[in-house]
């Protein structure tokens, strides 16, 4: 479980993503059935050349908004916004005037260009950031009802080793609508700068 008084914001919601993007892997591989394509994702496999990448999923939230899952990130795209790419370690938000990739991103190298929204763009941002946080808890909620809170809790037994922080099954939903609070209540912090080392979770 997550020590909150020795790390920073922006570790905890790098180490809440992390783990999220485990779940996603997981999720992938159920017994029962690829869980994410039966919510509806796309999914994508890697051309002969590229067998050593794993397969891009991608949802269509919306007629305008799309959701693609990686193992090094999560990207939003918002035909009215732009683009939003969180990378999985670091949890830096970084924006782009694409609203759409060019090609499945097999790798971060077939990525476009992200950097970190300038002021103008950061409301705008924010507004994608947070859109993407709560589809991530809402995702959880449904697999909480859906499949139950033990398949949930079977999927991170694995993660759980001892040497990762953790999150418990039943916290993960309200862990991301923390994490959405803290970044409404201050998205400068997120969004224009990054995160004093000692900004501790509070």
């Known amino acids: 479980m997550i020590d909150e008084h020795c790390i920073t914001r922006q570790q905890w919601a790098a180490d809440l993503l992390s783990q999220q993007v485990w779940c996603w892997g997981q999720d992938v591989k159920r017994p029962d059935g690829n869980w994410l394509t039966e919510t509806g994702f796309l999914r994508k496999k890697p051309p002969e050349n590229r067998k050593d990448c794993s397969s891009v999923y991608t949802l269509e939230i919306s007629t305008t908004t799309r959701i693609v899952l990686r193992g090094f990130g999560v990207f939003i795209g918002d035909d009215s916004t732009g683009g939003l790419f969180v990378e999985r370690y670091g949890f830096t938000p970084k924006f782009s005037t694409k ?104």
């Open 99 to 202: 609203t759409k990739l060019d090609c499945p991103p097999w790798s971060d190298k077939d990525m476009p260009l992200f950097e970190r929204p300038l002021p103008d763009q950061r409301y705008g941002c924010m507004l994608l950031l947070l859109r993407l946080l709560d589809w991530i808890r809402q995702y959880e909620t449904d697999v909480a009802t859906k499949l139950g809170i033990d398949y949930r809790r079977q999927t991170l037994i694995q993660w759980n080793n001892g040497k990762r922080r953790f999150i418990p099954a039943e916290q993960i939903g309200s862990a991301w609508r923390r994490l959405s609070h803290m970044i409404a209540a201050d998205p400068l912090t997120w969004l224009g700068r990054r995160v004093p080392t000692n900004d501790t979770v509070q």
